[in-house]
């Protein structure tokens, strides 16, 4: 036995993700399919019938046919193309070869290798078609040009940054343009003498959008609305106003050149339109998504309310009365966002697509103009290409369909489908070469299997189809859905064509049906919500295979979905495999009637049934089981468990099946048995009898993915009745490895009996002998890196194979058959053509049930799916009635028990409510009116389960919790050698209301390396610093020494100078050195003096400043010259800072400690103060310090107990423990109380008090005498003594009372002002603190800012270095390129010089030829002239034609099209017509014409070729010279910028930048609100400024001295005015009392007072008020006196009142209680009374009322029998029936 060849791929359907269609030629285009290129023709039409229009004229011209294909090796991963010549090329997945191709004839034009391992992302040919560029996928993204016929790599360059587009410019093939994934890149290709490279610009990522059209627009609209411009725009002045910036960030995706050199881009997220300059990479927005009156806004304008707003209100609805405009002149149209995902560009337009699926067409020069849009499909458009004619568009969209579009007669035509993109299950037909497939989306699609076309389409929107299955002897299939809804078709339709009379009978059908079924519909005013009527009016047109399927049956069998469908060998059963674990049958022959359901347990993989037809011996003889009626269905499934698997087997006998439905089946008809398997079995199929000896063989395969087989045991026998018992596989018989290296592997039975086939995600299909597994054939059908394969079947026949991979591809395979393989298959046809034939009598009863189910004037309707609609079989009409009769009753008796059951809970409700009231004597235990225990047990098992998960969950919480607790605490507390703590003081600021708050400063742990290298630093530090000295004083001696030499040579030359001359020198030596010296003491002085008076000007001059050790190891800031100093200055000034810090956190210790002691001696005085406000009586509230959370560090991760709300949970363990502890105190208490020595000593030597004796006596009260209460009239001298001696005790006890509380008051007073003392100390301690730490951060702040000025001047040092060695690298390549320019330029020129030569000669040698021509044929005058014309005559054919088709298209390159083309047919040799030979001229001379002529016209084409070769030399040489020239000049240019970079770096190294503290009043420069920039300020000395200040102060005094004596002056002229002012007031007085004393009236009282004198005149009216005041003041005491007496009996008859009070409330409590007792001795009486007559009340009641209601019952049942009897007597009156048996 072996195979009858090898598959190959016969055809491939679907598109490609991520690879658009390319054209190939103008009218043929190619597309990615998988690992095939399909190409495609456009084709007119010819007219045929059809009912899609009423017209004669197709809505369509063309059509659309594949007339080729390539198949390819891998998967294609890019296409390109060249149409002018049919030559295209395509790379696949790891591959490192891309051919060239031509077309149709598809032979190979070049190869080129690429690297190994190296994937292609794109390809693009230049526009002359002579360069291929290649776009290299992950990780590089390189760019290579080659020059493909040469096979030669002429320059490539990296770009490292994800792209997926490359383009050539149309217009320069030098140039090219690489975008994608929001990055793009403009490159040009530079040719030199020998070689060539690229030169890349990066494009901008960010644009700023302003512009003047912009601001006039915004200006117009917020004008005409009143709204504010100042909102966008900025006013410059009164005429020039500006948009405000608007910083968008550019994404370009995909690009398209322009015929003026730039590149316009979309946006990825298809908002925006880009268009860049090549040159300088900058861009400009074009087109927006966004827009308002033509500008472009982006979200910082649209998130603006007001604004948005004003558009919708204003500008979108608002109407302009004035010209009667609908839609406001100031916008035109809105793009929506989103849609500029696709764009192409045209003469005219700019065509975008986008999200809504439809195709704008935007004006060129206006883009705020919209002038047409275009539906085409309800999905995203992603690509849009344009045919190389611009007649043509290619429209790809989301859902992988292909549409074109006609731009000439502007009609859309669907190409591809998507019928590959969501295909869940496929089958074939037995009987006819058709293959089916089924979508998720609803779809049935009819597949040629001969010519591997779509033969039709059916669709119900709204579906989701799973599974489909053929009928194996009819046009019958079924199709389950995921709502668990069966469909069977009758597909008798398909076969014929769609314009054919039955389809559209049958289209007609159906739709005249669906507008009578909705008529009476809305007559009866219903509503179908599942009709989808709309359907059959709206046809899309541009679904040509679309046919209409006869509906036999829909069923909805189930709410979960249909997994698996299997027809019965016979085509008679359909087994349903549905999700809830059910096996619906069906009866095809009986109008596909559900006759029950099966069950088993778990998720079904697959069944299949036993097959009864076996062909025996050669003459294919049809032999059948004994016994027809047994079929027999093997179902496998995956437990529940998921780690075992089952195979149920059914033996049903189809003669004792139901005729209707049956729920589910009886045992009498279908017995089962289980066979289980410890495995995980993915896939099955079984045996043939013939290769197993006529036992129950399978071959299954596990998730181990090998294959074994297994026989099937004997199942158990069953005892009882009910399931049956799981029978073990004992063991396998053979196990071969599957050869698939993935898991998920399915088998599939072969109708040859021979082969086993298998799949699975690996993307393989194997092919296995069913005699030895391991011999095996297998080819890949799919890539495992795209998923692999979903789904694989092979066709009754055994010729085809078709897969379906998850990278949405449809594959048909064949056989490439070998002779022998040929031979034995078309024997096996034969074989097998009996049983068709067979099969096709078997399927006559199920045509003639269809047919009659056809020829019915109603039928079923196919609407689509609901999650609403509920399970309704039509087999069930006959049972509805007395289902819901039956359903009927069982409510009634439903509800008449939940009645009695809310009478009982109502009754149980009443009883716990009355219970609760009573009292805790009388209530019963809750427990007690348990009435299910199970329940209560029940409940209480699941309580404490939750209990438990829900503590798990807190524990787990946490755990969690405390892991993170201990990692904050390792980051930030255990890696602190210093922590951060808080101190405040005890009371609040007076100033700022708030309490003092310092904090210290937190250090970081050192760890070893970085302490090692401090201490590092620090060491040689300090040895330099010890090494300076010496250095210097070297270096002072050298001086001397040669000081020395030097005056001694000059003592010797000139010996007659005097001997002053070298003391001369000598003291101008010192006295510089005196000077510098003198100018340090000034400068230590100023220092000083500044030190000074920051000591004396500073108020808080009492707080010591932190100074560090480790400040005299600072380096001068003037040394500062190298970064290693630098870096060292920052090392040591991060050291004093961390020095500064500890010492501060020293001090901020001592305060902590402090303030602990202080809380501690408050506590202490607290006790006192408390004891002492007891016994004073005082309530007040004692003053007691706490630290906050803030003060203790490690508060947060602490968990205080009264933080706990909840009550804590106690474990058994541990309420254990506490118990133990518990007996063990009461333990020894019990032992304390028997020897307690303590209280034994307290009894024995204070009578057991401990009362201090003073304070019983404190305590003490004197007893009263019992004649205080007599009155006096009855008193005797004892008893008046006894009260005397009472009050005199009374008095010296409140006396001495008085004296304690005065000492204790002074106490009390003593310890407080302890406390506030000590607290305000405390309090300024912390404010003294609090400065300290203000002082501490400015000196931390100011080496802070000096570590960043170090930091800044280290990275200015490294940026003028490297500044500068980027200038010697720019100069040097400059200096390279200068000399090879200069070096290649003499070569240039010879070639020059020899091009020149050959350019004369070629045109010395056409000259010739005419001269030769002249001189041959001038002797022939007659026909000379005519032979010249003919010589010189060059037309052009069919060219006219051709430029006005160019100039009449869309293309935006016309100009340079026709161009090209001249170029092309310049080139172009025409013949001359044999027509034109002059009459009479001999056939020799004739040919010698031609001859020459001939070689006229190579000669020309020579010349102008190498006029050509001599313009590109000359044009290179101009280039090469410019070059050069530019070369130099940039040399200069950077020589000349040397020196300045030069003097750059030594400022930058001696212009250094120091930092000095200055007083406020010292800083004169003007101050800036946030920081102010001194780069201008001049620093100058104290001493100048105190020296003007000293000037100006003695200016001043002289003027103030002058100004003293003006003002003396002054002062005198005013006093001389102030007297004169005063006298003349005076003289005014006198004159108004002169006045009044005139005109004064003398009364008698007057005149008296005149006569008598003053008042001392009157003695004895002043002695009668004296008097008369003495009187009163004694009879104020006497009253006073009085009313004392009074007061002092009512407080004695008060005590009286109260002692008297206090008795009678003791009698009063003593009745309360008596009352209380006796109430409720009544109230127990009244309840039992109360309750016995109810309960015997409630008892008469229940009996009268039962009583009642049987006689009731009786009377009744009595009534009924006698109706009974009436209605069967009627019955008998009106016809015949049969009586119904009681």
């Known amino acids: 036995m072996e195979f009858y060849g090898e598959f190959t791929l016969a055809k491939s359907r679907g598109i490609s993700q991520n690879i658009k269609p390319t054209y190939i030629t103008p009218t043929i285009f190619c597309y990615s399919s998988g690992n095939c290129l399909n190409f495609v023709e456009r084709k007119k039409r010819k007219q045929s019938f059809s009912y899609y229009s009423d017209s004669e004229e197709l809505p369509f011209q063309y059509e659309y046919q594949e007339i080729n294909q390539k198949v390819t090796i891998n998967y294609v991963t ?257 793009i929506d966002a989103h849609n500029i995902y696709s764009f192409i560009l045209t003469s005219q337009n700019i065509l975008i697509g986008g999200k809504d699926g439809s195709i704008k067409w935007i004006n060129l020069e206006n883009q705020s103009i919209i002038e047409k849009t275009v539906y085409i499909s309800d999905s995203n458009i992603k690509d849009l290409i344009i045919s190389p004619n611009y007649d043509e568009i290619l429209v790809y969209t989301e859902k992988k369909k292909l549409y074109s579009y006609d731009l000439i007669n502007h009609k859309k035509t669907m190409i591809i489908d998507d019928y590959s993109l969501h295909i869940t299950s496929m089958d074939s037909y037995s009987l006819d070469n058709i293959a089916v497939t089924c979508s998720s989306e609803g779809s049935l699609y009819f597949w040629n299997c001969d010519t591997y076309s779509l033969m039709a389409k059916y669709n119900v929107n709204n579906t989701k189809f799973t599974e489909v ?106 087994a349903i495999g549905v999700q809830e674990e059910c096996i619906y049958l069906m009866n095809s022959c009986s109008e596909f009637t559900i006759l029950g359901y099966l069950n088993y347990k778990g998720s079904i993989v697959d069944m299949l049934w036993e097959s009864d037809i076996v062909l025996e011996g050669e003459e294919s003889e049809i032999e059948f089981k004994e016994d027809p009626n047994i079929k027999i269905l093997y179902v496998l499934v995956i437990n529940p468990d998921g780690k075992s698997s089952s195979i149920y087997k059914y033996v049903i006998n189809t003669s004792l099946l139901p005729v209707s439905y049956n729920e589910k089946l009886s045992d009498e008809c279908v017995n089962y048995n289980i066979f289980k398997l410890n495995d995980v079995v993915s896939g099955f199929s079984q045996m043939p009898k013939e290769y197993s000896e006529g036992k129950e063989m399978f071959n299954l395969v596990s998730i181990d993915k090998s294959i074994k087989q297994y026989i099937l045991p004997k199942a158990e026998a069953i005892v009882d009745e009910g399931d049956p018992t799981e029978t073990e596989f004992i063991g396998y018989m053979n196990e071969v490895n599957s050869n698939h290296y993935k898991s998920g592997i399915k088998l599939q039975a072969i109708n040859n009996n021979e082969w086993l086939l298998s799949y699975s995600l690996d993307g393989y299909v194997n092919m296995y002998m069913n005699m030895d597994l391991k011999e095996n054939m297998k080819f890949i059908a799919a890539l495992s890196s ?213 904090i210290n ?24 610093l010890k090494i300076e000295p010496l250095i210097d004083k070297i270096y002072d001696n050298k001086y001397k020494i040669d000081s020395f030499i030097e005056n001694s040579n000059e003592e010797t030359n000139n010996q007659p100078v005097p001997t002053t001359a070298p003391t001369a020198k ?17 400068k230590t002085k100023a220092s000083n003096a500044n030190n000074d008076t920051n000591t004396t000007d500073n108020p808080e001059s009492n707080i010591i400043k932190l100074k560090s050790n480790y400040e005299e190891l600072l380096y001068n800031p003037f040394d500062l010259v190298t970064n290693e100093r630098k870096r060292i200055q920052i090392f040591i000034l991060e050291e004093i800072i961390i020095d500064i810090k500890e010492q501060f956190n020293k001090k901020f210790d001592e305060n902590v400690k402090l303030k602990n002691d202080i809380i501690s001696k408050i506590e202490e005085k607290n006790e006192r103060i408390q004891s002492i406000k007891e016994e004073l009586e005082i309530e007040e509230e004692i003053f007691q310090p706490t630290l906050d959370n803030d003060e203790i560090p490690d508060s947060c991760l602490k968990l205080d107990e009264s933080e706990i709300k909840a009550e804590k949970y106690l474990t058994e363990e541990e309420k254990k423990k506490l118990e133990e502890k518990r007996l063990i105190e009461e333990q020894r208490l019990k032992e304390k109380l028997e020897d307690n020595w303590q209280e034994r000593a307290l009894s024995e030597m204070m009578d057991g008090v401990l ?126 390129e200068k000399i090879k320019f200069s070096s290649e330029i003499p070569e240039i020129k010879k070639d020059l010089e020899k091009y020149k030569e050959d350019y004369e000669q070629i ?30 005559k060059r037309e052009k054919n069919n060219i006219n034609d051709n430029n006005d088709k160019i100039n009449n298209s869309l293309n935006p390159f016309k100009d340079h ?288 009322e039962r009583k009642r209601l049987t006689e009731l019952a009786r009377l009744q049942a009595k009534d009924i029998s006698i109706l009974r009897d009436e209605v069967e007597k009627l019955k008998l009156k009106t016809f015949p029936a049969f009586q119904s048996a009681d």
């Open 1403 to 1432: 045109v010395h040698k056409d000259k010739e030829i005419e001269k030769a021509f002249r001189k041959e044929f001038h002797q022939y005058e007659y026909y000379y002239e005519t032979l010249y014309k003919i010589f010189k």
């Open 78 to 334: 890019a296409i390109a193309s060249y149409p002018r010549a049919s030559i295209f090329a395509f790379s696949e997945f790891n591959n490192d070869k891309i051919h060239i191709y031509n077309f149709p004839s598809l032979s190979i034009q070049s190869t080129i290798i690429l690297n190994p391992k190296v994937n292609v992302k794109a390809l693009t040919f230049s526009d002359d078609g002579k360069f291929l560029a290649i776009l290299t996928d992950f990780p590089n993204y390189t760019v290579q040009v080659w020059k493909w016929k040469k096979e030669k790599l002429l320059c490539n360059y990296e770009i490292d940054k994800k792209v997926d587009y490359i383009s050539f410019n149309p217009l320069n093939r030098n140039q090219l343009c690489v975008s994608g994934n929001g990055n793009i890149y403009f490159m040009e290709i530079i040719e030199t003498l020998k070689n060539q490279y690229m030169s890349c610009i990066t494009g901008e990522s960010v644009t700023q959008n302003v512009s003047s059209s912009v601001a006039e627009h915004i200006i117009t609209m917020t004008k005409i609305n009143n709204m504010d411009s100042n909102l966008f725009l900025n006013s410059i002045d009164e005429n020039t106003t500006e948009l405000n910036p608007i910083y968008i960030k550019l994404m370009p995706d995909k690009h398209t050149w322009t015929p003026d050199n730039l590149i316009m881009a979309n946006s990825l997220d298809g908002d925006y339109l880009y268009k860049y300059d090549i040159i300088t990479g900058q861009c400009k927005i074009v087109l927006s998504a966004v827009y308002l009156g033509g500008v472009l806004l982006n979200n910082e304008y649209t998130d603006n309310k007001h604004f948005v707003d004003l558009i919708n209100d204003e500008l979108i609805n608002g109407y302009i009365t004035d010209n009667g405009i609908s839609k406001n002149q100031y916008i035109e149209n809105y």
């Open 469 to 574: 299955k053929c009928s194996p002897i009819s046009d019958i299939i079924a199709v389950g859905s995921e709502n668990g809804v069966i469909r069977i078709y009758d597909a008798e339709n398909v076969k014929y064509s769609v314009d054919s009379e039955w389809n559209t009978q049958l289209f007609n059908k159906y739709k005249d049906f669906k507008a009578k079924q909705n008529l009476t519909n809305n007559e009866n005013g219903k509503v179908i919500s599942n009709d989808n009527s709309e359907e059959y009016e709206d046809t899309d047109v541009n679904n040509m295979n679309h046919k209409e399927l006869f509906l036999v049956v829909r069923n909805k069998i189930s709410d979960f979905p249909i997994k698996q469908l299997s027809f019965e060998p016979n085509g008679n059963l359909l």
């Open 786 to 998: 795209k998923g692999g394969l979903r789904k694989c079947h092979i066709r009754f026949d055994c010729k085809k194979i078709i897969t379906l991979g998850y990278d949405n591809i449809l594959r048909f395979w064949e056989w490439r058959l070998t002779g022998n393989g040929e031979k034995r298959l078309t024997e096996f046809n034969s074989e097998l053509q009996s049983i068709i034939n067979f099969k096709s009598t078997l399927g006559d009863n199920i045509r003639k049930v269809v047919n009659s189910l056809k020829k019915k004037p109603v039928f079923q309707l196919d609407y689509p799916d609901s999650n609403d609609e509920k399970i309704y079989l039509y087999s069930q009409e006959k049972q509805k009635n007395e289902k819901d009769t039956l359903n009927k009753n069982i409510t009634e008796f439903q509800t008449r028990i939940k009645n009695k059951i809310e009478e009982l809970r109502s009754k149980y409700i009443s009883l716990v409510k009355y219970n609760n009231q009573l009292n805790d004597l009388e209530k019963l235990d809750p427990m007690e009116f348990t009435i299910d225990f199970d329940e209560k047990d029940r409940l209480q098992s699941e309580l404490e389960k939750e209990v438990k998960e829900y503590r798990k969950k807190l524990e787990k919480k946490n755990l969690k919790m405390q892991i993170i607790k201990e990692r904050i605490k390792n980051e930030c507390l255990d890696s602190m050698s210093v922590i951060g703590k808080t101190i405040k003081s005890f009371k609040e600021d007076k100033l700022t209301g708030k309490k003092i708050k310092v």
């Open 1001 to 1024: 400063y937190p250090l970081r742990k050192k760890n070893e390396k970085e302490q090692k290298t401090t201490e590092k630093i620090i060491k040689m530090r300090e040895n330099q």
């Open 1066 to 1082: 000598d003291t101008n030596n010192t006295g510089g050195k005196a000077k510098t010296t003198n100018n340090s003491g000034e």
């Open 1457 to 1744: 099209e026709l161009k090209c083309d001249a170029d092309n047919n310049e080139k172009v040799n025409y013949a001359i017509v044999d027509e034109e030979i002059p009459e009479g001229l001999e056939i020799e001379i004739w040919n010698k014409v031609l001859e020459m002529r001939s070689k006229k016209i190579e000669s020309e084409n020579e010349v102008q070729m190498m006029q050509k070769k001599l313009t590109k030399m000359q044009t290179l040489a101009q280039n090469y010279i410019k070059e050069s020239e530019s070369y130099k000049q940039r040399l200069e240019d950077g020589n000349k910028r040397i020196p300045e970079i030069e003097e750059y770096i030594f400022q930058g190294i001696y212009n250094l930048e120091c930092l000095f503290q200055l007083k406020q009043g010292q800083v004169e420069y003007p101050q800036s609100l946030v920081v102010t920039d001194y780069s201008d300020a001049v620093l100058i000395n104290r001493n100048i400024i105190e020296q003007l200040n000293k000037i100006i102060l003695n200016l001043g005094n002289s003027k103030i001295e002058a100004l003293k004596e003006m003002k003396e002056y002054r002062k005198g002229i005013s006093a001389l005015e102030w007297e004169n002012k005063v006298l003349d007031f005076q003289a005014d007085d006198l004159i108004l009392k002169t006045k009044h004393i005139q005109l004064l009236r003398v009364t008698k009282h007057i005149q008296d007072y005149i006569r008598v004198g003053g008042e001392e005149n009157f003695p004895a009216e002043i002695q009668a008020i004296e008097r008369r005041g003495e009187y009163t003041e004694k009879a104020f005491l006497h009253k006073i006196e009085n009313i004392k007496k009074t007061i002092e009996k009512i407080d004695d008859e008060i005590q009286v009142k109260l002692q008297e009070n206090v008795k009678l409330d003791k009698k009063i409590k003593l009745l309360e209680e008596a009352v209380i007792e006796r109430k409720k001795i009544n109230d127990i009486e009244m309840n039992h009374f109360n309750y016995s007559y109810k309960c015997n009340d409630k008892k008469q009641k229940e009996i009268i």
């Open 1251 to 1376: 009362i201090d004796k003073n304070d019983n006596d404190k305590k003490l009260q004197i007893e009263k005498p019992e004649c205080m209460n007599k009155p006096k009239e009855e008193l005797t001298e004892d008893e008046i003594k006894q009260i005397k001696e009472y009050e005199k005790k009374v008095e010296a006890f409140m006396e001495e009372q008085e004296k304690y509380k005065k000492v204790l008051e002074t106490e009390l007073k003593k310890h407080q002002g302890f406390i506030t003392d000590i607290i305000t100390n405390y309090d300024d301690e912390l404010n003294n603190l609090f400065r300290l730490k203000l002082t501490t951060d400015q000196l931390i702040f100011q080496n802070e800012l000096k570590i960043i000025k170090l930091y800044q001047g280290i990275l200015f040092w490294e940026k003028i270095e490297y500044q500068n060695a980027t200038l010697k690298k720019h100069m040097e390549d400059l200096t390279k």
